[in-house]
């Protein structure tokens, strides 16, 4: 079966520090990968989308990046994290581009001070 | 273009009586929809999923959700809520060649 793992469930971070969060996938190939991002009170924000290593699409501007350096892994990065970097972030995988559901992680609860 | 819109962004009810959350879409194409739960500070799960089979669809913990069409609608409904149903729950539309599209949410408070 497939899973997704999402590291790490918090994080304190202070302005102006970098971010990586990661994101694996187990049991299937070549998945579609995302980047959601929920601030408090708020709903899902997409941020990123792969279809493929090395292929990155951004759905937003922001200090944010992703890279995915393997087929089932996904990162999220900032060079220098903001106070409105704040939120909830959520990996999520799912099998085909098409009228298909997604699976989510277990998400990263990301405070920057 | 599709949208989601979730009627109600809080609801509350009793436990033991009915649940309705509202789902109004917007799409091009023939969408699937997607229920969604979260609960605090967890990833989302999926509750139950329309692909254009059978319109009432049924997923787990006793939801259904009936896709209609006419009225670009799919509410997710229970026949008596349970205090572990209180949670976020989230509407989603995908469409050809597209995008999940997330509606803004809605918080399900369960009194005992």
């Known amino acids: 079966s497939q899973t997704i793992h999402q590291w790490p469930a918090t994080l304190v971070q202070p302005v102006g520090s970098p971010l990586s969060l990661e994101c694996t996938v187990e049991?299937?190939?070549?998945?579609?990968l995302y980047w959601y991002r929920q601030a408090a009170g708020r709903g899902l924000q997409l941020l990123f989308y792969s279809v493929g290593i090395g292929q990155i699409s951004s759905e937003v501007p922001q200090n944010l990046s992703a890279s995915r350096p393997q087929d089932r892994q996904f990162i999220l990065s900032s060079k220098k994290l903001l106070l409105s970097d704040s939120g909830f972030y959520l990996c999520?995988?799912?099998?085909?581009?098409?009228?298909?559901?997604?699976?989510f992680g277990q998400g990263t609860r990301l405070t920057v001070v | 273009a599709q949208s989601v819109t979730q009627l109600d962004s809080h609801v509350s009810v009793s436990e033991g009586t009915p649940v309705l959350l509202r789902c109004n879409y917007s799409s091009s194409y023939s969408p699937s929809l997607f229920w969604y739960v979260q609960h605090p500070n967890k990833g989302l799960q999926l509750l139950l999923k329309?692909?254009?089979?059978?319109?009432l669809v049924k997923g787990i913990n006793g939801f259904e959700a009936e896709f209609k069409k006419s009225e670009t609608s799919f509410h997710l409904t229970k026949p008596s809520a349970h205090m572990s149903d209180a949670a976020e729950y989230f509407c989603?539309?995908?469409?050809?060649?597209?995008?999940?599209?997330f509606g803004g949410g809605t918080r399900l408070m369960v009194k005992p």
């Open positions: 049991g299937t190939s070549n998945p579609n």
């Open positions: 999520a995988w799912s099998v085909s581009w098409r009228n298909t559901e997604a699976f």
């Open positions: 989603v539309v995908s469409d050809a060649g597209n995008m999940l599209t």
């Open positions: 329309y692909t254009s089979a059978a319109t």
